[in-house]
């Protein structure tokens, strides 16, 4: 167990709906990224948060939208969903900030989305 | 951006052989991981080597940070270690963690 907690692990939904991923962070890491797994682009970048606040966007669609809470678990929202959205979704936890080693990043065990 | 490419793509090998994987780098980074992905999609990570050397049991990694490169050596490979192994690295400029393609390993009993 990596101490990074999604949910749901597995989700079968259809084209045109939308989905929210769930993720809590590491006890004591205030950073949490999301990444997108597919078979023909690899692990991309999504966003991340730090705090509450965001810190950096990658490769989101605009149907994608994501947020940080106060307690620090982050919720990822798709939707309008395509085919081409299927995939798996990782959210990974640091701490953030301060010394050498406060970015190394841990893996939850992932989402698996497959839109029919 | 910061190019990653992992080598090889993919690799065979019987139970209890060594292996070398590589990882090059197109520029200065401040963080470089490696990370198992097993069958069932988990992402483990291995080691946090930015620079320098270390080791953890059968496996150990070594970046050479000026000629921006890292190397994962896995040796007396068991079953176990089949899947993909990534290396990711953030540039100094700060930013995203990027991930290289991934190098598939199938270990044979």
């Known amino acids: 167990d990596s101490g990074v907690t999604q949910t749901p692990k597995h989700l079968i939904t259809a084209t045109g709906q939308r989905v929210t991923l769930r993720c809590s962070p590491r006890s004591g890491d205030l950073s949490v990224y999301w990444y997108q797994q597919s078979l023909d682009q690899g692990l991309q970048f999504l966003i991340q948060?730090?705090?509450?606040?965001?810190?950096a966007k990658g490769n989101i669609l605009e149907r994608f939208s994501a947020q940080q809470f106060p307690d620090l678990h982050s919720e990822l929202n798709l939707s309008s969903l395509e085919l081409g959205d299927s995939a798996l979704y990782f959210c990974a936890s640091s701490v953030g900030q301060g010394a050498r080693g406060a970015n190394v990043l841990t893996f939850g065990a992932g989402s698996r989305l497959t839109v029919l | 951006g910061i190019q990653v490419e992992q080598s090889p793509p993919d690799l065979i090998l019987q139970e209890g052989a060594n292996s070398t994987l590589r990882c090059n780098f197109s520029d200065s980074v401040n963080n470089l991981q490696w990370f198992h992905q097993n069958p069932w999609g988990q992402l483990i990570n291995l080691f946090y080597i930015p620079s320098g050397t270390k080791q953890n049991g059968r496996l150990s990694a070594t970046t050479v940070a000026t000629e921006r490169y890292s190397l994962l050596y896995i040796s007396s490979s068991q079953t176990t270690d089949s899947g993909v192994y990534f290396c990711a690295v953030r540039g100094n400029q700060g930013g995203k963690l990027i991930f290289g393609q991934g190098t598939e390993l199938s270990v044979k009993p």
């Open positions: 948060y730090y705090n509450g606040e965001e810190r």
